[in-house]
């Protein structure tokens, strides 16, 4: 592994907290913008900051997904306000091509914003084009970990962790022995969280009934950022049986969250604490807890190394035992439950004392 690793939260407890302050930063539309028009001026090699402040350049989907980019908001969010940095985050477009996220990542990178992010796997190539021509600026890149380059932070995570211990939380909150998953996209990455989520669920049941649908083959169809195509899906699977769905798929996931919740079975999110999003709050008593991916703590770590004069690079992996992954557990519902409780934390425990390794694939 190259660069440094760095701890994201120190306890559980924080990253939730982080996970949760989603519900208060991230709920403004969706636009380009800035954060704040502070900046500061110095030196990076004597340890002081001289960037205009952090470049964030969102995913598809963008701000006010309530999970993925809007985690990534608050870290910016709280960067700025701890270190009065301020920053620009700028939205996709439809349809858009990798030029188009090249030219936006040169425009944060000329403009002077450092550490410039892409959030998300999609980014590679832009990344690796625009840090080659600023390499006195710092990048990060969340979800990808092929760019190697010396001015190059690769944010990544073990999603499957998070997904083993809500497949835990799905067996054990079933009651008919069958629950689902559902995909934005078709890709490597997503199969990560299925993969977890199936481990965890037959480690309680081994005969449970799975059921498992990926709503697009490519992010440009819509997978991520379709909230009627996550509703269709969910509809299905419950119409099959299941009781219990899980979704990895963004801002398509407010449709399985509200359809579960017209159906009154459980829902898991992801990302985010998304019993605490405010614009879920119709639907939170069908929100049994969420798979977190501290994406926000990644963006503050990023934005804070810059700041202090050493920024990170190589891979930096957020996993159970550094508290870059975990599951939120802020449904009273959800804590009434010492079964399901109590599972969950054995199984988090067990990844992190090695006795479990989740699969991947």
Excluded at 121 to 132: H, L, T
Excluded at 222 to 231: L, M, N, V
Aim: some cysteine; overall charge negative; glycine content about 14%.
């Amino acid at each position: 592994m190259k660069g440094a690793a760095v701890r994201l939260i120190s306890r559980r407890a924080g990253l939730v907290r982080a996970a949760a302050a989603v519900a208060v930063v991230g709920l403004v539309a969706t636009g380009c913008g800035e954060s704040s028009t502070g900046s500061k001026t110095g030196d990076k090699e004597s340890g002081t900051y001289s960037g205009k402040g952090i470049g964030l350049a969102y995913d598809i989907g963008g701000k006010g997904d309530q999970s993925f980019n809007d985690a990534a908001y608050a870290g910016f969010r709280k960067a700025d306000e701890e270190f009065g940095i301020g920053g620009r985050d700028v939205e996709p477009q439809d349809g858009e091509s990798d030029a188009d996220k090249v030219q936006r990542l040169t425009q944060l990178a000329q403009s002077g914003y450092d550490p410039v992010i892409g959030v998300g796997y999609i980014y590679a190539p832009a990344v690796k084009e625009v840090a080659a021509k600023f390499p006195d600026t710092t990048f990060g890149i969340i979800d990808d970990e092929t760019v190697t380059a010396k001015n190059v932070a690769d944010l990544v995570f073990h999603e499957e962790q998070a997904s083993y211990l809500a497949g835990v939380a799905a067996a054990k909150a079933s009651k008919k022995g069958h629950i689902g998953f559902i995909g934005g996209v078709d890709i490597p990455l997503i199969h990560k969280f299925e993969a977890g989520y199936v481990q965890g669920a037959k480690s309680v049941d081994p005969a449970i009934k799975i059921e498992s649908q990926y709503l697009t083959e490519t992010p440009q169809e819509g997978g991520f950022s379709s909230p009627d195509k996550g509703k269709a899906g969910a509809s299905g699977q419950i119409e099959a049986g299941a009781d219990v769905i899980y979704h990895a798929a963004g801002l398509s996931g407010q449709g399985v969250i509200s359809e579960a919740a017209a159906k009154k079975v459980w829902a898991i999110g992801v990302d985010s604490d998304q019993y605490s999003q405010s614009s879920l709050a119709a639907y939170k008593d069908y929100i049994l807890g969420s798979a977190l991916k501290n994406v926000g703590g990644a963006v503050y770590d990023l934005a804070k190394s810059v700041h202090e004069g050493k920024p990170l690079s190589g891979v930096v992996r957020g996993s159970l035992s550094n508290d870059g992954v975990g599951f939120a557990d802020t449904n009273p519902k959800y804590q009434a439950m010492k079964d399901v409780v109590d599972a969950v934390d054995k199984a988090k425990q067990d990844i992190v004392d090695g006795k479990v390794t989740v699969d991947t694939k």
